[in-house]
């Protein structure tokens, strides 16, 4: 594939991200997870899964995190050197921004007509659980055996599944468990 | 020159936001709180919250569609970018640079450890807020079904979560309609 063909398509699929990403953080994994790994296989469930990781122990948005990745790593693994990924990083989180500038320089234009309006809370009343599916949908798609290979992992899973209901910080978690994997593997 | 500094300021409380934040989205509220309406005193509390319910109705990310709002209140279209460039810099400038490293080390043997670990803890990490993100959602025994069928249609029949974003906004305000036609009857 072509850099002349690979950024629009990068552009395309992290505009629709944007666009279609209603709740934000998880919400928009299984979009991303769609488009980058389904769509355009552009990555694998698993490294896609090592992403979210990522991105849960950095600071900013998800989908800010895995625009300026999934840029870079698209790029470069189709061959073309560091200089053409950080390009690619740029037109993703670019594209995953434009649909939000858009729409909120109408919203805040419109702000006061919009507040209480009958007919955005009538558009929210079903988006708002289908959301929840949303968020439980990224969980199950990345159950797959790459990322739980044995009894191991499901016990890792429901020790900080326990950790994080109690309120535990995230980044510790993610911590711990990377010494869990080292030390059971 | 006053315009110049209102500029760069607005750049540099968002880039603060957007560098200590972790987790993305619901994590960042509280500082962008502190930040815009305690400290700065940009926007008065009772309009932040409203701003936020608009915020998080609209697609994108929370982050960046607040500091957009925020950025145009204070400075029109052209604060909103500074404010937008701000959130969006320190995760771009972190990722990238891991997406250099990283995508050279992981085949890492200790590395695979270490993620071999990490992975089933983000899959905890995203089951984990579902119950009380779904009570705050709306999510009742009456309507369990929603959330339900959208996951199931994501993970099982591979539907695209663009074309439940659709269903979803569609159906509410197609309930909504027949519910007014309905009354005035």
Request: aromatic share 14%; glycine share 8%; proline share 5%.
């Amino acid at each position: 594939m072509e850099l002349l063909d690979l950024y629009p398509a990068l552009f395309v699929a992290f505009f629709k991200i944007g666009l279609f990403g209603f709740g934000g953080g998880y919400a928009m994994l299984p979009l991303i997870q769609h488009e980058i790994v389904d769509t355009h296989q552009w990555m694998s469930v698993s490294d896609f899964t090592d992403i979210v990781a990522i991105s849960q122990t950095t600071p900013g948005p998800i989908a800010f995190n895995s625009a300026t990745y999934i840029g870079y790593s698209a790029v470069t693994e189709m061959g073309f050197a560091s200089g053409y990924g950080v390009i690619g990083s740029a037109i993703c989180t670019f594209a995953v921004s434009l649909p939000s500038l858009i729409l909120m320089t109408l919203v805040t234009a419109f702000f006061f007509r919009l507040k209480n309006n009958p007919w955005l809370q009538s558009a929210l009343s079903i988006l708002k659980p289908a959301i929840i599916g949303l968020i439980a949908s990224a969980a199950l798609i990345l159950i797959t055996p790459y990322n739980f290979i044995d009894y191991k992992s499901w016990i890792i899973f429901g020790v900080v599944l326990a950790a994080s209901i109690k309120k535990v910080d995230p980044i510790l978690l993610i911590f711990l468990s990377g010494v869990m994997g080292l030390v059971l593997y | 020159m006053g315009t110049i500094k209102q500029y760069w300021e607005l750049f540099l409380v968002f880039f603060k936001i957007g560098a200590f934040t972790f987790g993305g989205g619901y994590a960042m509220i509280p500082l962008i709180r502190n930040e815009v309406v305690n400290k700065k005193r940009w926007i008065q509390d009772d309009e932040f919250i409203d701003m936020l319910a608009i915020a998080q109705s609209m697609p994108g990310p929370i982050a960046l569609n607040t500091a957009l709002f925020v950025g145009n209140k204070r400075r029109g279209f052209k604060g909103s970018l500074f404010s937008a460039a701000g959130v969006i810099l320190p995760s771009f400038i972190v990722i990238l640079l891991i997406a250099m490293v990283f995508t050279q080390f992981k085949d890492n043997e200790v590395v695979e450890r270490i993620f071999k670990g990490i992975r089933p803890a983000v899959v905890a990490l995203i089951v984990a807020p579902l119950l009380s993100l779904g009570k705050s959602a709306g999510v009742r025994w009456k309507n369990l079904w929603i959330p339900v069928a959208v996951a199931l249609a994501v993970w099982q029949l591979n539907v695209s979560p663009m074309y439940i974003v659709l269903a979803a906004i569609l159906l509410g305000i197609s309930h909504f309609i027949y519910l007014r036609t309905k009354i005035n009857k």
